[in-house]
């Protein structure tokens, strides 16, 4: 193999010695271009791909260097050539549509013209190195002259009739200002004045160098051998590169990159890889023996291998989230049958625990209660005591109440008298006393008031005498007492002394001695007025003070009776509140007996409650057990069998993804025979699979056959295994050509989709 030193620089080739090296570096090419451009590709680069490569790359660094690339579809022409440009510098310009058909049919000559005028200017006026890639679909159209104006591309770089006067005279114009700019070094060798053809020849020069083609076409097709036989030059100016199958290890390859981003076990995907291509080799394998018994044409090209490797992954994706799912749900409620099963017992134990304990609080509630009725007794008996003491002493209170209101009552009598005796005390001056001393001989009336004052004073005069004088009076030498009741009555603060007088320590025999003169019937404050004003205020006090003694001696037994009736009260206050004391001990004894009693009750109460749901609880799993019956026996089995298929998903899967892919265009027999061979190579690579293994079987429902089958589709295999291909099928992208004879697919179609109202289109009406 040689290509160029410096890929995009000299054209000097040099053998590549050391092809794996080669492959790695294009492999870093084509992760740079991923890196850098907006849409990757997706390509897996194997030694017969980087051949590929390098022989386009050759190509396309050649002046008017032109390629037909012939292979089956999806053989990588497209990513190849993509590569090969951006290795060499080269835009790649794709024409403006889509290889739908509807887009095809609606691509007019007017685009097609536009699309190439677009293409050469950007290589003749942008001097960009240009590469024009034509597929097949796009250029084989009836009454199109796509093919004639390819053929003259590539033999002579234009295409007649391509360009009106008006565009030729723009693109001279254009190309004489690039020709004699100051960017052209030969402008100034160029007469004046040139003819546009000069410029023309300029432009197809510009062409020739930067302009190439490549066409991709199937070698198989008609279309392929239409070109060769009416436009020859075309193939014979451009190099053909054919792609032929790929090699083993290319489909291993690709199938490594693609299945490694999938959910397949990592102890499987060495195998998976290797089957896949086998499953490939032995379908064509079975398309040769099928066409050369049949007569019927079976050809399985590259993408038929991309669509199993993509069918496989988007199978394995669903059916593995499916049994996860399922073996998730059928162990879920296995275990929660078994966690039943043990709750159960659980259960049983719980409610056997609860039985002494509530024996243990009904006995304390029990013993409690004759302890809280002996105490409340005690309480109440208490109680009784401290309302009888209660009563008493408020009766001792009544009583004292009485002798004290008596005792006030008969004392507010004398205190007016002599409070207006202490008034009318207040009410003699000095000069009052001063008129008194003045007599030399006092009036009878005078002497009795001073007599009685000194008497209250504990200063009692002597007998008074018995002579009188010629006017009946006393002479003054004969009565000494009135020389005494001088000095008294010239005392400091004599009438302050009988204003604080001690009205409360009058003795006895003062009052004895002092009667006489109150037994006086002219001792009178109205007769002793008549002698002296003054007199007549120490009269009322005297009288005051002696009837206060009267009424003090009188309420005396009184105030005996109110303190002992006090003192009775205080006792029975000490006894209420010694009694109060032992009753708020019994109260509190009981009120501590009622909390413990209520804590026994709120815990046997606790108690019944657990045990009325452990027996609710236990009532209902017995039910639940009950109504399954054996139910998680079947469970277990099913996640067993669940298990097995988990175990064989990988075989099961790729036989099934064949299925979808080639098994469509043969017979019953050649199926089986293929199918069979397909488990034969996955045992060579220890890859596990269900030994009954069917298509309908290992991706269809029981239910859904049946269903299928109340359609009215027919219940031989072969057709079943036609129905899982068209529902399926839809895995892979691929739309179903049934070959429908007596319509029974058409029928039942129409039955199995009438509730989806389905919509019916044929050539006759669309």
């Not at 995009?8 to 092809?19: F, H, K, L």
Request: proline share 5%; charged share 25%.
């Amino acid at each position: 193999m040689f290509m160029p030193i410096k890929p995009g620089g000299s054209n000097a080739y040099e053998e590549v010695s050391d092809i794996e090296r080669l492959v790695n570096t294009m492999r870093v090419v084509l992760a740079q271009y991923n890196f850098q451009a907006s849409k990757s590709i997706d390509v897996h680069l194997f030694t017969e791909a980087v051949v590929h490569l390098v022989r386009l790359y050759r190509v396309l660094s050649l002046p008017s260097g032109h390629a037909l690339l012939l292979g089956s579809g999806s053989c990588g022409r497209q990513s190849l050539i993509t590569l090969a440009c951006h290795m060499a510098g080269h835009a790649l310009f794709r024409l403006s549509l889509s290889s739908a058909a509807g887009a095809i049919s609606t691509y007019s000559v007017s685009q097609w013209r536009e699309d190439v005028r677009s293409a050469l200017r950007k290589a003749g006026i942008e001097q960009r190195t240009t590469v024009l890639l034509v597929r097949e679909p796009q250029v084989l159209q009836p009454n199109r002259p796509y093919l004639e104006d390819l053929a003259n591309l590539v033999e002579s770089a234009s295409v007649p009739e391509l360009y009106s006067a008006d565009e030729w005279d723009a693109i001279a114009a254009e190309v004489r200002s690039q020709v004699t700019g100051n960017s052209d070094p030969a402008a100034s060798q160029l007469p004046g004045q040139l003819p546009a053809e000069y410029y023309f020849s300029i432009f197809t020069e510009r062409l020739k160098r930067n302009f190439h083609v490549v066409l991709s076409m199937d070698p198989d097709s008609s279309a392929f051998r239409t070109v060769s036989r009416e436009l020859p030059m075309l193939t014979a100016s451009a190099a053909i590169d054919w792609f032929g199958p790929w090699p083993v290890s290319a489909l291993q390859g690709v199938a490594k990159s693609t299945t490694s981003r999938g959910r397949v076990e990592a102890r499987w995907l060495p195998g998976v890889v290797n089957a896949t291509a086998a499953m490939h080799a032995l379908a064509q394998q079975c398309a040769v023996r099928f066409t050369q018994e049949t007569g019927r044409l079976v050809r399985f090209p590259t993408s038929n291998f991309l669509e199993f490797l993509n069918t496989f992954q988007s199978l394995m994706l669903k059916k593995r989230a499916e049994l996860d799912a399922l073996i998730k749900r059928l162990q879920t409620g296995a275990d929660k049958l078994k966690e039943v099963s043990s709750a159960v017992l659980g259960l049983r134990a719980d409610l056997e625990a609860t039985v002494p304990m509530l024996e243990r609080a009904s006995h304390d509630i029990d013993v409690i209660q004759r302890e809280l009725a002996a105490k409340q007794r005690q309480a109440d008996a208490a109680r009784e005591l401290l309302k009888e003491q209660e009563a008493a002493a408020e009766s001792a209170k009544r009583d004292a109440q009485l002798l004290a209101d008596e005792a006030e009552n008969t004392l507010a009598e004398a205190l007016p008298a002599l409070e207006e005796a202490n008034k009318a005390l207040t009410r003699i001056s000095r000069k009052d006393i001063g008129e008194i001393k003045g007599f030399a001989v006092p009036p009878p009336g005078m002497l009795q008031v001073i007599e009685a004052v000194a008497i209250l004073l504990g200063r009692p005069p002597p007998p008074p005498p018995k002579k009188t004088n010629k006017n009946g009076k006393l002479n003054a030498k004969d009565n000494p007492f009135w020389g005494e009741a001088k000095v008294m009555l010239n005392e400091h603060g004599f009438i302050s002394k009988l204003i604080e007088y001690d009205k409360n320590a009058i003795k006895d025999s003062t009052i004895v001695s002092l009667k006489r003169y109150l037994e006086d019937p002219n001792f009178t404050p109205a007769q002793v007025e008549k002698v002296s004003l003054a007199c007549k205020s120490l009269c009322i006090w005297v009288r005051a003070i002696y009837r206060y003694y009267h009424v003090i001696k009188l309420i005396e037994p009184k105030k005996l009776q109110l303190s002992e009736a006090y003192e009775t009260v205080a006792q029975c206050e000490a006894l209420i509140v010694d009694k109060r004391r032992q009753y708020d001990e019994q109260a509190s004894v009981v009120d501590a007996l009622r909390v413990e009693m209520e804590a026994v009750i709120q815990r046997r109460v606790g108690v019944q409650q657990q045990a009325n749901d452990c027996q609710m609880k236990l009532d209902r799993a017995r039910t639940l057990l009950g109504g399954l019956g054996n139910e998680h026996i079947r469970w277990e089995t099913r996640i067993t069998q669940l298990k097995t298929t988990l175990f064989n998903l990988s075989g099961d899967l790729l036989l099934s993804a064949g299925g979808l892919i080639y098994l469509g265009p043969f017979t019953s027999a050649y199926r089986e025979t293929l199918v069979g061979d397909w488990q034969k190579a996955l045992r060579n690579e220890r890859i596990s699979c269900s030994a009954s293994y069917t298509l309908p079987a290992a991706l269809l429902d029981p239910l859904q056959r049946e269903m299928w089958h109340v359609q009215d589709l027919p219940s031989d295999t072969h057709s079943v295994e036609n129905a899982a291909i068209i529902t399926e099928g839809a895995t892979s992208m691929r739309w179903p050509l049934i070959i429908d004879p007596q319509n029974q697919t058409s029928e039942w179609l129409r039955r199995m989709e009438r509730d989806a109202k389905i919509q019916v289109a044929s050539m006759a009406k669309p």
